[in-house]
């Protein structure tokens, strides 16, 4: 007797007519026609089942914060570190973990199984560490919440932060972060990157910086990111998040760079909805579009996971906490649009991600955590390309968010009315 079987499934390589049986949280048996009972079945009735959605780049601290005290109105990235500025001295923990635990209810709902959340340390009070610690807990039976010691200010620029960063840790927070091209010179970015990155060492935890996250092609933090990665000893458990100066970088220049990232087996984080939205703000026409040079990272071998960064807070005032959302615009900005590279983008907000932020069990395989995403879709293109409805959502092989199929009553005059899935007008389409 199974706890959860369900039956007719597609899987991301390409397997159908899967049945997936679970028992006591983990994946028991993946195979078809698998005859045994179970307390609950589910029909996936052909449509796709994939490992959970993971989001490694966000802030927890910030999100559905937007209006409070008042809206960005340029826009840009400064006003939006201006305002959280303003935010921060007015807000409580308990407004922080109320609008935590609300984001992490819609989270869920969407099929994200984990979230790497960085916690802004320049505050005495560690409001949001201390919010975010208790999050951790709250939400931990149905979602991984990893969290990074996140010097907005910069942790040389703000006297207290450093200070502030190693209380963090000491707390519980589990990842070192940092901000090097918001240090006050160039000099100061490379010696922030030296500190943070013996405290992780000398600590035993995983470094991710926000890393050059401007359009400055003269910011180059991420060299030294790397190169200390390698002299410590750090490799794969370091992570560049946005990384966007690389978009206006010399060739040359990044001919070298990549490289030395890839031989530091550092990951990059770039953050697609933000990067669009913020970078580039400074030109005219032609305007860049910001997003690192996601291709040729990832044809150099490197980790390439993508974040969602902002949900309706001081930097970005959309978002749902769909991570399809996230591939979706990925995948237009990198110019991602062959077959096998849209593909990709579905396993950069997957399994690329569970890779970078370390996660153990991760996958829809025998022996795996029971924790997957039934998707109104037929394969992983198919789902970004209609931001797929989320049908299930378990969790150790119990559903935590069920809905029904999306469908249209379509009653057009002189027809009978009839019912349109939006899936199927691809029916019998096969990539
Ligand atoms: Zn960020």
């Known amino acids: 007797m199974f706890d959860l079987i369900v039956r007719n499934a597609s899987l991301t390589d390409g397997q159908t007519g899967v049945d997936?049986?679970?028992k006591d949280g983990r994946i028991a048996a993946v195979e078809a026609s698998i005859t045994a009972e179970a307390k609950e079945v589910i029909e996936a009735e052909g449509y796709l089942v994939t490992p959970p959605f993971v989001d490694p780049h966000f802030h927890m601290d910030a999100t559905l914060s937007l209006g409070t005290p008042r809206m960005n109105v340029s826009g840009t990235l400064l006003e939006g570190i201006a305002l959280w500025g303003e935010l921060k001295p007015v807000q409580t923990v308990d407004d922080i973990i109320e609008r935590a635990l609300r984001y992490c209810d819609l989270a869920v709902a969407k099929g994200i199984g984990a979230i790497r959340?960085?916690?802004?340390?320049?505050?005495?009070?560690?409001?949001?560490?201390?919010?975010?610690?208790?999050?951790?807990?709250?939400?931990?039976?149905y979602l991984d919440l990893q969290l990074v010691a996140f010097p907005q200010d910069g942790v040389l620029r703000d006297p207290a932060?450093?200070?502030?960063?190693?209380?963090?840790?000491?707390?519980?927070?589990?990842?070192?972060?940092?901000?090097?091209?918001?240090?006050?010179?160039?000099?100061?970015?490379?010696?922030s990157v030296r500190q943070l990155c013996k405290i992780a060492a000398d600590r035993g935890l995983m470094v991710d910086m926000h890393c050059d996250e401007s359009d400055d092609p003269h910011s180059r933090h991420i060299e030294t990111l790397a190169y200390e990665t390698q002299r410590l000893g750090l490799q794969g458990r370091v992570a560049g998040s946005h990384l966007t100066s690389m978009h206006s970088m010399d060739n040359y220049y990044v001919s070298k760079l990549i490289p030395l990232i890839a031989e530091a087996g550092v990951h990059a984080i770039p953050n697609p909805l933000i990067?669009?939205?913020?970078?580039?703000?400074?030109?005219?026409?032609?305007?860049?579009?910001?997003?690192?040079?996601?291709?040729?990272?990832?044809?150099?071998?490197?980790?390439?996971?993508?974040?969602?960064?902002?949900?309706?807070?001081p930097w970005y005032s959309l978002g749902k906490a769909d991570m399809l959302d996230v591939a979706f615009m990925g995948l237009h900005v990198g110019q991602l649009s062959s077959r096998d590279d849209m593909s990709w983008c579905f396993d950069a907000v997957t399994e690329n991600s569970a890779r970078i932020m370390g996660l153990q069990g991760y996958g829809v395989a025998k022996g795996k955590d029971a924790n997957f995403v039934l998707l109104q879709a037929q394969d992983k293109i198919d789902a970004i390309r209609l931001r797929a409805h989320r049908i299930a959502v378990i969790r150790a092989g119990q559903v935590v968010s069920r809905s029904t199929q999306v469908v249209h009553e379509i009653t057009k005059p002189g027809e009978a009315a009839r019912v349109l899935n939006e899936t199927q007008i691809v029916d019998g389409m096969k990539n």
């Not at 932060?161 to 490379?190: K, Y």
């Not at 400074?282 to 949900?311: M, N, W």
């Open 117 to 141: 959340s960085h916690v802004d340390t320049c505050d005495d009070e560690l409001k949001g560490v201390q919010a975010l610690l208790e999050v951790r807990e709250k939400v931990k039976d």
């Open 275 to 313: 990067n669009i939205m913020l970078q580039g703000r400074h030109d005219t026409y032609p305007k860049r579009r910001g997003q690192t040079r996601v291709r040729e990272l990832r044809d150099a071998g490197i980790a390439v996971g993508f974040g969602s960064d902002c949900v309706m807070d």
């Open 20 to 22: 997936i049986a679970c």
């Open 161 to 191: 932060a450093l200070a502030n960063t190693i209380r963090a840790l000491d707390m519980g927070v589990d990842v070192v972060g940092g901000i090097p091209h918001f240090e006050r010179t160039m000099a100061d970015g490379a010696e």
